[in-house]
DNA sequence: TCCCATGTTGCTAA
DNA sequence: GTTAGCAACATGGG
């Protein structure tokens, strides 16, 4: 379930261990992998994030891409010993990497590596002007902006929510309410909460871990997210969870701002309009 | 048993 | 064209 700052953590901990590291097997214990076999003998040049994805680059010019999605461990070394839900074992010749997924979802492929413009990383520093571009002429709540992979790379539902906690923003602010000075405090507000995120190696709700089977620390930290009617640290009022777009977003209703629109319950029709929905699955 | 889950994609409807 | 809301993917934990 690792977002930027738990894949920032793993690829921390891979590059030393994986630059100029040489593929001696490859195991794929899952079909839903389409992992080639060619892998074997290939270097490993160096090691990045984008977003929310992990890029192996190899010395043939390709990147094997993982993206963890909700349950993806990566592990080096453990011990002869295999986790449970391991899906592919790539062998080197200094240690095993290990992904390990319960849920499935998980993605490794191996593509040409490409020099196209990625997304605006807030780890490097999002710029104010840029994310008034980005949102410029869009009308979408602020926290579905920042979850937009399209226009900010790597931001999840938690730290979405701490992010906008932290600069004040209530998430169903709209993009085209936000004002400049507003972008400013959430451009501050994502580094400064990403970067304490990642030297705490990353948040552990519930299992994830980083490379070496360790918990996370930034869990310790969260202001609001998993802590509804828990107080406010800033102010003292009662956090609030409200469901945007199905996940789960926790505020504080008193500090992030009274809303004019959004921030109060969705009125009452859209309750009913859901006579139409396909049924669940049968079984 | 039911509800929830740190992600993404694809569909429908508005 | 954009946005909102689901359901799906598959599994485990409370």
């Known amino acids: 379930m690792p977002e930027l700052p738990e894949v920032e953590t793993i690829c921390r901990q891979m590059e030393p261990l994986l630059r100029g590291a040489v ?10 992998l389409h992992v080639p076999k060619d892998l074997v003998g290939r270097t490993v040049r160096t090691v990045r994030r984008t977003g929310k994805e992990v ?7 390709r990147v094997i891409r993982i993206h963890l999605r909700m349950s993806g461990h990566l592990l080096w070394n453990v011990g002869r010993e ?22 499935r979802f998980a993605t490794l492929s191996v593509h040409p590596d490409s020099t196209a413009e990625g997304v605006p990383d807030p780890l490097e520093g999002l710029n104010a ?22 226009s900010v790379g790597g931001i999840g539902n938690i730290y ?13 602010k709209t993009t085209g309410q936000i004002t400049r000075r507003e972008w400013d405090r959430v451009r501050r507000a994502a580094r400064s909460v990403l970067k304490k995120a990642v030297d705490g190696r990353g948040t552990t709700i519930s299992d994830w871990t980083d490379l070496f089977g ?5 869990q310790n930290h969260l202001s609001v997210y998993g802590r509804e009617g828990e107080p406010c640290p800033r102010c003292g009022a009662p956090v609030a969870r409200r469901v945007m777009g199905g ?6 209703p008193d500090c ?3 809303d004019e629109k959004g921030g109060l319950p969705p009125s009452g029709k859209n309750e009913k309009m859901d006579a139409g929905r396909r049924p669940r699955t049968e079984r």
């Open 55 to 61: 890029g192996l680059v190899l010395g043939d010019g």
């Open 160 to 172: 979405a929510c701490e992010i906008l906690h932290r600069a004040k923003i209530n998430p169903w």
């Open 82 to 103: 295999e986790p449970p839900h391991t899906r592919c074992i790539l062998s080197f010749d200094r240690g095993r990497l290990l992904l390990a997924d319960p849920r």
């Open 256 to 258: 992030q701002g009274r």
């Open 214 to 218: 360790r918990k996370g620390t930034y």
């Open 129 to 150: 002007p840029a994310l008034v571009r980005a949102a410029k002429g869009r009308r979408l709540p602020a926290k579905a902006f920042l979850l937009d992979q399209k």
């Open 247 to 252: 996940r789960g977003t926790y505020y504080c």
């Open 23 to 32: 593929i001696l097997d490859v195991t794929v214990r899952d079909a839903k």
